[in-house]
């Protein structure tokens, strides 16, 4: 399985990369042609959004979704899919599905910490200050969603690769839907 | 709100973990790499790192430790000691850092707190607090500063702290508790995450630590034994402490 991880100037990418190499992927620069491509998130909206789109990752991924080539967002990188964030007095997305990314009103911001997740059924680790408000949520963590589902996109606010043997299981899921897309 | 957190916190001074009593008499306690492969095992929920005698010359090689660590983690890493820069926090989470702690840098300059969080993001931020009679003291407790702990936590979360690591010198290393009192003073003053710090001696210190705060810090109390972090987690479940089901 051939994953390319879009690195955009911010945060770090090491553990997403060293958690989906555990996890079997073969990782590659090429984001147009990797089996898979992955939009970590670690950062603000506004900063991040002009790192995709200084290395030409908002076209290539908007492209790659509208040919059915799986993409993987995690934690910002899924609010940086939807088609708007309010984070820094309001940012475009790539509009890779509906929706958009509001500020938690409830409890302690930014909410942090382990949650769980259904119907997934496993406490996973979570670091956000905003939420995503959409129509395409396929899992839920104390009443915020937890994860999206669009064609050719999942989206995971949580961290897989910061969420021990929970987030090791829930990454080889992916990479096991993403191989029955594109057989050997 | 998340579920409660333990956070193991693994005090790094030339290369090895140290652990002293309110701050002095440091003693050798293990290997930073095994110590916190041993806590990401053994359940931990977050995993905490802080070169407590950052030096400039010390720099590099803090930096291939911090990268042999993360190595060994699927946990949350935060690392502190010596941040003085954005730089220094980038390459951080370059070698594997999800979070930076910031204390006497942002003391001397509480700008640069919104400086990291402009680059980083608040959930990447963590400043640390160390008070001792509720007042704040600078350069690893070293340094009595004006300040009093509730205003400076609320200052850092006005100017871009995700998260407050609050630690009591009087309660460091004694095993005596978490001083309680000034811990439920910061939390209700800030909206973001209080992490408990100093004093853990058994499960019942630690339950009532997260009466009052979101995580609460384990140093002394797993040193000796890395093995007592699964044993304590059952201790603090069954004070009724719901915790995550770590397996």
């Known amino acids: 399985m051939r994953v390319a991880i879009c690195e955009y100037g911010a945060g770090n990418v090491r553990s997403v990369a060293l958690a989906l190499q555990r996890a079997g992927a073969e990782l590659v620069d090429d984001v147009d042609g990797a089996d898979l491509a992955v939009l970590p998130g670690v950062g603000s909206a506004r900063t991040a959004m002009a790192g995709l789109q200084s290395r030409g990752f908002d076209v290539a991924l908007q492209a790659r979704v509208a040919a059915g080539k799986p993409v993987l967002g995690i934690c910002l990188g899924l609010q940086l899919a939807l088609e708007a964030s309010d984070e820094d007095g309001g940012v475009e997305g790539l509009g890779l599905l509906p929706g958009r990314a509001e500020r938690i009103r409830d409890g302690r911001v930014p909410r942090m910490g382990w949650a769980v997740v259904e119907p997934l059924g496993e406490a996973f680790y979570f670091a956000h200050s905003y939420a995503a408000v959409t129509p395409c949520a396929t899992a839920w963590a104390e009443g915020a969603v937890a994860e999206v589902r669009a064609p050719a996109f999942v989206g995971c606010q949580f961290h897989p690769e910061k969420s021990g043997a929970a987030g090791a299981r829930y990454l080889d899921r992916v990479l096991a839907e993403v191989a029955c897309l594109s057989p050997a | 709100m998340p579920l409660a957190r333990l956070i193991p916190c693994l005090d790094v001074a030339a290369g090895r973990v140290v652990k002293g009593v309110r701050f ?29 005698k950052a030096t400039l010359e010390e720099r590099r090689t803090l930096v291939e430790l911090v990268s042999r660590v993360a190595e060994r983690l699927a946990i949350p890493f935060t ?56 007042r704040v003291h600078s350069h690893a407790g ?45 939390a209700a003053a800030v909206r973001v995450p209080v992490i408990a710090s100093g004093g853990a001696g058994n499960a019942a210190h630690v339950a009532a630590a997260l009466g009052v705060a979101q995580a609460a810090l384990l140093a002394s109390i797993l040193h000796e034994d890395p093995a007592r972090l699964a044993s304590l987690r059952r201790e603090v479940r069954a004070l009724g402490v719901e915790l995550r089901d770590a397996a």
């Not at chain 2, 977050?46 to 070169?51: A, G, K, P, Y």
């Open chain 2, 142 to 186: 070293t340094t009595a500063t004006d300040r009093d702990a509730v205003s400076w936590a609320r200052e850092a979360e006005e100017r871009g702290a995700g998260e407050i690591l609050l630690t009591s010198i009087d309660a460091d290393g004694t095993r005596e508790g978490y001083d309680l009192a000034v811990t439920a003073a910061v």
């Open chain 2, 79 to 134: 690392v502190g000691g010596g941040v003085r820069s954005v730089a220094d926090a980038d390459e951080l989470l370059r070698a594997g850092a999800d979070k930076v702690a910031v204390n006497s840098a942002a003391l001397l300059r509480p700008e640069l707190i919104t400086e990291l969080a402009e680059r980083l993001g608040t959930q990447a931020v963590v400043v640390a607090i160390d008070a001792e009679g509720g």
């Open chain 2, 24 to 52: 002095q008499g440091l003693r050798d306690v293990g290997d930073p790499v095994e110590l916190g492969a041993a806590y990401s095992d053994a359940g931990a929920d977050e995993l905490v790192f802080l070169d407590v």
